[in-house]
Nanobody, 120 residues
């Protein structure tokens, strides 16, 4: 059974940066793909990016391409989402999720989310 805990959210001004962290515990993280998803108020959840256990980035949403970067450190059981040039439309609850494969519609294990608010 995997447990995932996100951190790093907060309030940031437009154009600013944040790095989200997702700590995975319970089973060796190297065997699992980890993805970041987000859900803005009143909108459906969307896939942001995903990285396999072999460190291959399989997906980056077009809305964040060139601004967000996913990475992982298996030794620290942590996956990161580096977010640059943040926009108000990036405001959302960000979730990390894990499974044996990346899945844009959903994955098997989820964290509780961390809120990112982009506002002046």
């Amino acid at each position: 059974q995997l447990q995932l805990v996100e951190s790093g959210g907060g309030l940031v001004q437009p154009g600013g940066s944040l790095t989200l962290s997702c700590v995975v515990s319970g089973l060796p993280m190297a065997y699992y793909a980890v993805g970041w998803f987000r859900q803005a108020p009143g909108k459906e959840r969307e896939s942001v990016s995903c990285i396999t256990g072999s460190d291959i980035i399989t997906y980056v949403a077009s809305s964040v391409q060139g601004r967000f970067t996913i990475s992982r450190d298996n030794a620290k059981n942590t996956v990161y989402l580096k977010m640059n040039s943040l926009k108000p439309e990036d405001t959302a609850v960000y979730y990390c999720a894990a499974d044996h494969f990346c899945g844009r519609s959903g994955m098997g294990y989820w964290g509780n989310g961390t809120l990112v608010t982009v506002s002046s």
